[in-house]
């Protein structure tokens, strides 16, 4: 079953508002093992500088059928239903495997 990737970057009106950006990761953070729970193959976690500092964004990791059933799980995330991120979706596809 393929991986998709989604990328995302918290939005700079977030950056200053931490008690609304905490309380919107930390459903986050319950939807993601909500779905684990569920038997769904998923990873997500926050990307930190060359000095540890977090703030550059964070990836998803979806093991799903198909792109569409993929983004339709992915529209739930309460980052992206409370604006929080700019974000992205991509299809991994292994280098090794044949398309």
């Not at 060359?50 to 739930?76: F, H, Q, S, T, V």
């Amino acid at each position: 079953m393929p991986f998709f990737v989604k990328t995302e970057i918290i939005k700079k009106e977030y950056l200053i508002n931490n008690d609304l950006k905490r309380k919107i990761i930390n459903e986050h953070i319950d939807w993601v093992k909500k779905l684990k729970k569920e038997g769904i193959n998923i990873k997500s976690g926050f990307l930190v500088d060359e000095l540890n500092r977090p703030g550059d964004g964070g990836l998803l990791i979806l093991e799903m059928n198909n792109y569409r059933n993929a983004l339709k799980i992915i529209k739930n995330d309460p980052m992206i239903k409370n604006d929080l991120v700019e974000w992205k979706l991509n299809e991994w596809v292994d280098p090794n495997k044949s398309i």
